[in-house]
């Protein structure tokens, strides 16, 4: 198994910060690297719940992507399992800390092969998720 793993820190509550992962609406603004957007077909945030989404590439290609949230413990975890191609299980992680929020990160590939291949996208990926919904937090916040 290969396993990508970053985190970061959002100057805003768990709560806040799970708040944006927890609202379809949000989800779909803030989901995936910079440039992409989102058309949520199914979005079922409930243990179980189905996933079926289409990312659209500033290449204008469409990724279609199935998944299944395997986990959702509110408001400190989510696991989701990408059932489509490349397969892999994401556990994103809240934890409270003095100055808001560590958001942690972790991608398991069961494969080492795929996660070579998906290396050089998923690494940079990952951060420009955290980029986004750092951005949505905000954004939000200014909103309040």
């Keep these: 198994m290969t396993t990508f793993n970053t985190s ?3 100057p805003a509550s768990v709560e806040q910060v799970f708040a944006a992962i927890n ?3 949000r989800l779909a603004r803030w989901w995936g690297p910079a440039g992409f957007t989102n058309t949520f077909t199914v ?3 409930v ?3 189905r996933w079926s989404f289409i990312m659209h590439g500033p290449d204008g290609k469409n990724y279609p992507n199935e998944c299944i949230f395997a986990e959702l413990e509110s408001p400190a975890k989510l696991l989701v399992q990408h059932v489509s191609e490349p397969k892999f299980r994401l556990t994103i992680g809240l934890t ?3 100055a808001g929020t560590l958001v942690s990160w972790s991608q398991a590939f069961d494969n080492p092969d795929v996660a070579s291949q998906v290396e050089h ?3 940079p990926a990952n951060e420009q998720n955290l980029d986004r919904l750092s951005a ?3 954004r939000k916040q200014d909103d309040d």
Excluded: F, K, N, Q
């Design 47 to 49: 243990t179980g719940g």
């Design 121 to 123: 996208i998923v690494v």
């Design 8 to 10: 970061r820190e959002i």
């Design 43 to 45: 979005c079922e945030l």
């Design 136 to 138: 949505e937090i905000a």
């Design 96 to 98: 409270p800390t003095p």
């Design 23 to 25: 609202d379809p609406e």
